[in-house]
């Protein structure tokens, strides 16, 4: 069994980076469909999250599907009630972005999202 089993390091996790004001408010938002099938309604419903935006190093942009402007985003897993895919959209800051590509970090603690404006 490792650490990384039990969700004991992402909780250890999310509890520091919010000590120390880490994550700040952000949002995924999703189309969600409602209604018949026939005659479906496609509404943006929001997400509320906590998470932050750091840039990604050059050697993240060679040889690599990142883009110059692209924004690495963290959500806190804890603090979102969906999994974000690359059909939803991330906004933070009063910014939105597309999301491009989503992964969780090792611990369980994070989705770390591609973001591009």
């Known amino acids: 069994m490792s650490i990384l089993d039990d969700g004991s ?4 996790l999310t509890d520091a ?8 408010a952000c ?10 099938p026939f005659d479906p309604v496609i509404t943006p419903v929001d ?39 690359t059909a939803d ?5 009063g910014v939105s972005y597309v999301i491009v590509n989503v992964q969780r970090d090792p611990a369980g603690a994070a989705w770390v999202i591609q973001a591009r404006a």
């Not at 980076?17 to 700040?24: E, H, K, N, Q, W």
């Not at 938002?29 to 209604?35: D, K, L, Q, V, W």
Request: charged letters at 20%; aromatic letters at 8%.
């Open 17 to 24: 980076l919010s000590a120390f004001d880490i994550p700040m």
């Open 47 to 85: 997400h509320a999250c906590m998470g932050w935006i750091d840039n990604y190093t050059q050697l993240d942009h060679v040889d690599s599907a990142v883009q110059i402007n692209d924004r690495k985003a963290f959500v806190l897993c804890s603090s979102l009630d969906i999994t974000p895919t």
């Open 9 to 12: 390091l992402a909780t250890t």
């Open 27 to 36: 949002t995924i938002t999703r189309m969600e469909e409602s209604g018949p």
């Open 89 to 93: 959209q991330f906004k933070s800051g």
